[in-house]
């Protein structure tokens, strides 16, 4: 495309994008003591931050406040015209409530502030200028600073949310690294997302109670294939436990069908002891999931005996039950 032939849309859309990226460049001179201040207040915060706002500020608010959520900072979003008819119940006094406007004077966020210092509630703003209503009477104040914002008249809330927004996360990942809130804990919040199927502990998917085959070791193969053919979803494949529950061996289906090729006489009626797998692949109770279904897959094992740390036998990892959760190796 000649420069004659250029698509003006294109030039007004890389305008708008570069107003913006200038939006949140511009914070880098507003953190400092004021935003420390912030993060101390909130990791010693005993109840939850509370964030507030009216129409787009609103938007990023709740954003902020899941952002927090899943990170280790309890948080919820108080619509502030809901807040004044009876939501103000939400707030108590261990918690803070931070409140975005970017030009400080949002009506319906400034009516709060009274209640709020009623209950001693304290206060934190996100805003253009602590000079502002709505920053003279917060406690701290994280400023952005003029914004122009990115659309040709200078109304519609973008370059402005996208600071705000940008603050928040600051804000929320910085007390998340003051929580020490690493992956494990991240995946507590996330179970169904992929960092969460990877941490998942072999206990959370193993068979326990009557859907884990324990065989005692004086019975018989055919009172073996009865257990793992009634055994509550049917895992083929039965643990030899001495009365302590510890592990004695496994016998799969796969076992059963190389024993009747070689047409070992009396097979059902021999003591399961003598055709077990005396030292059958353990794996712990507290190793990852994921690691279990790549021993499996390896192996072309259907499941597995899962023990302790003494070798008591707790339970059976199924290869479908890992597979179903949508475990990747």
Known sequence: MTVRERDPRIDAALEIIE??????????ER????????????????GRVVTTGMGKAGFIA?????????????SIFLHPAEALHGDLGRVTEDDIVLCLSKSGETEEVLRLLPALRVSRVRVVSITESAESTLGQNSDLVLELGPIAEADAHDLAPTASTLAMLAMGDALALVVQDGR???LEEFARFHPAGELGR??????????????????????TVRETIVTMTRTVGRPGAAIIVDDEHMLLGYFTDG????????ATER???????????????????????????????????????VVDDTGRVVG?????????LGFTV
Do not use: Y
């Open 19 to 28: 107003r913006e990226v200038r939006a949140v460049s511009e914070l880098r």
């Open 31 to 46: 953190i400092g003591p004021s935003f420390a201040a912030v993060v101390d207040a909130t990791l010693a915060c005993e």
């Open 62 to 74: 709740q954003k902020i406040s899941a952002t927090l959520a899943s990170t280790g900072t309890p």
């Open 180 to 182: 020490d809130f690493g």
């Open 198 to 219: 990877r941490l998942m502990k072999v206990s959370e998917v193993m068979r326990t109670g009557e859907r884990n085959p324990l065989v005692d070791p004086t019975g």
């Open 255 to 262: 076992d059963l069908r190389r024993h009747l090729e070689q």
């Open 267 to 305: 097979l059902l009626d021999l003591p399961i002891s003598e055709v077990m797998t005396a030292k059958p692949t353990t794996i712990g109770s507290d190793r990852l999931a994921a690691e279990a279904l790549g021993l499996m897959l390896g192996h072309k094992w259907d499941n597995m005996p």
């Open 316 to 324: 059976l990892i199924d290869l479908q039950d890992v597979q179903v």
